[in-house]
């Protein structure tokens, strides 16, 4: 193998911009935001090199201003899910066969495309889409899904480069990574444009060719996410896009032969679902399916009594609050130590208070709307139950409107039991609840957060206490995929923070890593012996 062959650029994480008043990218992101609320386009479906129209349209509007059409796009049926199948598979010898680093080529000239003149038009499609403010956006649609593309590829060449070993004299041991034989199903979120463009785009990288579903209202990104990917020179039925009822894609896809994987992030009960008919339909496939899935989470900070208040306190309400609680990380179960409960309460008030809310256009709100209607009803039940029972105190906020958008209050709740219902279950959504503990029970709260809740994403400790944080660590060690000390329990980095978590909320196959790209292959281990016996005795047989 020659020297320097598996080099590639060194990935760095991309500079966050900070959209500052008089700056050169605000002034940018707002012109793409004003053109983008300009037009209404109509969003095809990509299937092999064609693009898509149906009869049957969908509309897509900015959860702040329901009222008002962004675009429409074209919905497909079980027919639309076949065509893509079939052109996946027309298109996979050709795109294995794709030496490794021209593969690479193509989602690092797309990092680059996005670095620079799609930034502004990716992030005001996720600001507009998903209700996103320009931070927000700014760390997701763009650094976040360039960092997974670029440092994918040096997973990539670090994975191709891993060899046996030792070779005895006379032979050669050698490895390939193959593709997985078949297709790979990319189901992606409205939350995260990163994470629905790196779904299939980690996958395709390792030379699969995959099923693109992304969530109906993340279609406006996920169509510059398409566009992005064909400019960088992703050949036709690599990635091929539709929009279709969940349920009909699951029927088309689960049945083929020909399924090889799914990459998954959503709901837990959808992808408990979904591994329950896979196992359902196994004797149907070629080969076992890989299954991979970030799923759901119940995430909690926990301050100890030797805490700095003002530090948990906006560690609290960043990880709460921060595009209103729709991140899988997002802390929504906090234990505060007695004995510092009304000095962060203080904190948390004072900066609740300047809390402003709204839409994502006007760039001095914070916080804004929640990503449809279906979610804000089920949030503004949750809050009318506990606004009811006389064991809840609000403690902040719990008024909502949906005239104008889906606009929730974010909310912080306080209770008695560890164990009431917005302790316990995943709401999604800006509403926080807190239970305080006495500083004298630290070892039983431990036993409470990591029995509380099925699922295991993310979690933290805030604390001066070195003793404690070690105690904590030790205790939740199962309980959080991605620990942190003395920080929010949200926004993990590629390359610093691989990203999943176990129990309930997945296969923690940790995004942003090669962990994750090791599920993408296949190996095949060869020996080639260059002076083959010929003789089929043993030594041990010659007679005394």
Same mark, same amino acid.
């Given at each position: 193998?020659?020297?320097?062959?598996?080099?590639?650029?060194?990935?760095?994480?991309?500079?966050?911009?900070?959209?500052?008043?008089?700056?050169?990218?605000?002034?940018?992101?707002?012109?793409?935001?004003?053109?983008?609320?300009?037009?209404?386009? +109509?969003?095809?479906?990509?299937?092999?090199?064609?693009?898509?129209?149906?009869?049957?349209?969908?509309?897509?509007?900015?959860?702040?201003?329901?009222?008002?059409?962004?675009?429409?796009?074209?919905?497909? #049926?079980?027919?639309?899910?076949?065509?893509?199948?079939?052109?996946?598979?027309?298109?996979?010898?050709?795109?294995?066969?794709?030496?490794?680093?021209?593969?690479?080529?193509?989602?690092?000239?797309?990092?680059?495309?996005?670095?620079?003149?799609?930034?502004?038009?990716?992030?005001?499609?996720?600001?507009?889409?998903?209700?996103?403010?320009?931070? /927000?956006?700014? &760390?997701?649609?763009?650094?976040?899904?360039?960092?997974?593309?670029?440092?994918?590829?040096?997973?990539?060449?670090?994975?191709?480069?891993?060899?046996?070993?030792?070779?005895?004299?006379?032979?050669?041991?050698?490895?390939?990574?193959?593709?997985?034989?078949?297709?790979?199903?990319?189901?992606?979120?409205?939350?995260?444009?990163?994470?629905?463009?790196?779904?299939?785009?980690?996958?395709?990288?390792?030379?699969?060719?995959?099923?693109?579903?992304?969530? +109906?209202?993340?279609?406006?990104?996920?169509?510059?996410?398409?566009?992005?990917?064909?400019?960088?020179?992703?050949?036709?039925?690599?990635?091929?896009?539709?929009?279709? +009822?969940?349920?009909?894609?699951?029927?088309?896809?689960?049945?083929?032969?020909?399924?090889?994987?799914?990459?998954?992030?959503?709901?837990?009960?959808?992808?408990?679902?979904?591994?329950?008919?896979?196992?359902?339909?196994?004797?149907?496939?070629?080969?076992?399916?890989?299954?991979?899935?970030?799923?759901?989470?119940?995430?909690?900070?926990?301050?100890?009594?030797?805490?700095?208040?003002?530090?948990?306190?906006? @560690?609290?309400?960043?990880?709460?609050?921060?595009?209103?609680?729709?991140?899988?990380?997002?802390?929504?179960?906090?234990?505060? @130590?007695?004995?510092?409960?009304?000095?962060?309460?203080?904190?948390?008030?004072?900066?609740?208070?300047?809390?402003?809310?709204?839409?994502?256009?006007?760039?001095? #709100?914070? &916080?804004?709307?929640? *990503?449809?209607?279906?979610?804000?009803?089920?949030?503004?039940?949750?809050? %009318?139950?506990?606004?009811? +029972?006389?064991?809840?105190?609000?403690?902040?906020?719990?008024?909502?409107?949906?005239?104008?958008?889906?606009?929730?209050?974010?909310?912080?709740?306080?209770?008695?039991?560890?164990?009431?219902?917005?302790?316990?279950?995943?709401?999604?959504?800006?509403?926080?609840?807190?239970?305080?503990?006495?500083?004298?029970?630290?070892?039983? *709260?431990?036993?409470?957060?990591?029995?509380?809740?099925?699922?295991?994403?993310?979690?933290?400790?805030?604390?001066? %206490?070195?003793?404690?944080?070690?105690?904590?660590? /030790? @205790?939740?060690?199962?309980? @959080?995929?991605?620990?942190?000390? #003395?920080?929010?329990?949200?926004?993990?980095?590629?390359?610093?923070?691989?990203?999943?978590?176990?129990?309930?909320?997945?296969?923690?196959?940790?995004?942003?890593?090669?962990? #994750?790209?090791?599920?993408?292959?296949?190996?095949?281990?060869?020996?080639?012996?260059?002076?083959?016996?010929?003789?089929?005795?043993?030594?041990?047989?010659?007679?005394?």
């Amino acid at each position: 193998m020659l020297k320097g062959f598996f080099n590639v650029p060194a990935p760095v994480n991309e500079p966050i911009f900070g959209y500052a008043p008089g700056s050169k990218e605000r002034e940018l992101l707002k012109a793409a935001l004003a053109d983008a609320r300009a037009k209404q386009p +109509d969003i095809p479906m990509y299937i092999g090199g064609e693009e898509i129209y149906t009869e049957t349209k969908g509309k897509v509007v900015p959860p702040h201003d329901h009222q008002h059409i962004l675009a429409t796009y074209n919905i497909g #049926n079980k027919s639309h899910v076949q065509q893509c199948i079939d052109a996946a598979l027309a298109a996979k010898s050709d795109w294995e066969n794709l030496p490794w680093e021209h593969r690479a080529a193509i989602f690092l000239k797309a990092a680059e495309l996005i670095s620079g003149p799609y930034r502004y038009k990716l992030n005001a499609a996720t600001m507009l889409g998903q209700s996103k403010n320009a931070y /927000q956006a700014e &760390i997701d649609a763009a650094c976040e899904l360039i960092d997974f593309l670029r440092f994918n590829v040096s997973y990539m060449a670090d994975i191709y480069k891993q060899q046996p070993p030792v070779s005895p004299k006379g032979a050669w041991n050698r490895v390939e990574q193959r593709p997985l034989e078949g297709f790979v199903f990319a189901l992606t979120p409205f939350n995260f444009t990163a994470i629905a463009a790196n779904l299939p785009a980690s996958v395709a990288m390792m030379g699969n060719v995959v099923v693109w579903k992304p969530a +109906d209202t993340q279609i406006f990104a996920a169509n510059v996410l398409m566009q992005i990917f064909k400019e960088a020179g992703l050949p036709d039925g690599v990635i091929n896009l539709v929009y279709v +009822d969940g349920p009909e894609a699951g029927e088309v896809i689960f049945n083929s032969p020909d399924f090889a994987g799914i990459h998954f992030t959503g709901s837990t009960a959808v992808f408990q679902n979904i591994w329950k008919t896979i196992g359902t339909n196994i004797h149907k496939y070629k080969t076992y399916p890989r299954i991979v899935g970030e799923t759901g989470g119940k995430d909690f900070i926990l301050v100890h009594g030797s805490a700095d208040a003002e530090v948990s306190s906006t @560690a609290i309400l960043r990880g709460a609050f921060e595009y209103q609680g729709q991140k899988c990380s997002a802390a929504s179960r906090v234990y505060i @130590a007695k004995s510092l409960w009304q000095a962060i309460k203080d904190f948390m008030l004072r900066d609740l208070a300047t809390f402003k809310m709204g839409g994502t256009e006007d760039f001095s #709100n914070f &916080i804004n709307a929640v *990503i449809d209607e279906r979610s804000f009803d089920k949030l503004a039940k949750y809050i %009318d139950a506990a606004k009811a +029972d006389d064991s809840v105190e609000v403690v902040a906020g719990g008024n909502y409107d949906k005239s104008k958008g889906y606009f929730i209050e974010p909310t912080v709740l306080l209770v008695k039991d560890p164990k009431y219902t917005t302790m316990c279950e995943e709401l999604f959504g800006p509403v926080l609840t807190i239970y305080v503990y006495e500083d004298t029970e630290f070892d039983a *709260i431990l036993e409470v957060i990591d029995t509380t809740s099925i699922y295991a994403l993310t979690g933290a400790v805030i604390a001066q %206490d070195r003793y404690a944080i070690d105690k904590a660590s /030790q @205790a939740l060690r199962n309980a @959080a995929g991605n620990f942190y000390i #003395n920080d929010k329990c949200t926004g993990a980095v590629v390359g610093q923070q691989p990203f999943g978590g176990a129990r309930g909320s997945g296969t923690n196959d940790k995004a942003g890593s090669m962990i #994750n790209l090791l599920r993408w292959v296949s190996p095949r281990t060869i020996k080639e012996t260059f002076d083959p016996p010929k003789d089929y005795r043993y030594p041990f047989l010659g007679e005394d």
